[in-house]
T-cell receptor, first 113, second 114 residues
Framework: DQQVKQNSPSLSVQEGRISILNCDYTNSMFDYFLWYKKYPAEGPTFLISISSIKDKNEDGRFTVFLNKSAKHLSLHIVPSQPGDSAVYFC????????????FGTGTSLTVIP | KAGVTQTPRYLIKTRGQQVTLSCSPI?????VSWYQQTPGQGLQFLFEYFSETQRNKGNFPGRFSGRQFSNSRSEMNVSTLELGDSALYLC?????????????FGQGTRLTVV
């Protein structure tokens, strides 16, 4: 049972435009959400996180939005750069499961120069 | 500060054999988690160790086991390998066992079972 879902396997965006990656979850116990970026043959790299007490968190070009009522979060990258081309995973954890993270299946982002 | 180190990077094993993978977490990190990544499945949680104790376990058969040493280094063992065990195995370390702590991943061990 996939508790974290990324329904778009791939996304292509022009350089300089906004990239929006989406993620849905089903478990209402999730209270911490993260985005990871992964290049081939490397481990995931932490990008940005958000706690359920917030609805937005920004870090430079990256902003994560959380809509708890819809059980939906999104990652905005503005402006998109060719180096952002990678697979992006969203992940979630619950307060009572320690460091067990539930991951989506990933969205492959391609930024076209 | 050194990152998470996983060894070996690549491994080829035969069905029925067993394998041991190693993970050295970031210095000072006490929590180590293991994940399996297969195409189309994302990352699936195997187990987490904190202070040498398994704290959480995912939905994997008992052929998958692990342990953590007093220096926080962790090993994962898979016995009686099956073709379906071919995957990228990722180790992640976290500072402590508390809430809202991001995990830092190693580069992974690519296991191929033939």
């Amino acid at each position: 049972d996939q508790q974290v879902k990324q329904n778009s396997p791939s996304l292509s965006v022009q350089e300089g435009r906004i990239s929006i990656l989406n993620c849905d979850y089903t478990n209402s116990m999730f209270d911490y959400f993260l985005w990871y970026k992964k290049y081939p043959a490397e481990g995931p790299t932490f990008l940005i996180s958000i706690s359920s007490i917030k609805d937005k968190n920004e870090d430079g070009r990256f902003t994560v939005f959380l809509n708890k009522s819809a059980k939906h979060l999104s990652l905005h990258i503005v402006p998109s750069q060719p180096g952002d081309s990678a697979v992006y995973f969203c992940a979630a954890s619950a307060w009572n499961t320690g460091n067990q993270f539930y991951f989506g299946t990933g969205t492959s982002l391609t930024v076209i120069p | 500060k050194a990152g998470v180190t996983q060894t070996p990077r690549y491994l080829i094993k035969t069905r029925g054999q067993q394998v041991t993978l190693s993970c050295s977490p970031i210095s000072g990190h006490r929590s180590v988690s293991w994940y399996q990544q297969t195409p189309g499945q994302g990352l699936q949680f195997l187990f987490e160790y904190f202070s040498e104790t398994q704290r959480n376990k995912g939905n994997f058969p008992g052929r998958f086991s692990g342990r953590q040493f007093s220096n926080s280094r962790s090993e994962m063992n898979v016995s009686t390998l099956e073709l379906g065990d071919s995957a990228l195995y990722l180790c992640a370390s976290s500072l402590n066992g508390g809430e809202n702590t991001e995990a830092f991943f190693g580069q992974g061990t690519r296991l191929t079972v033939v």
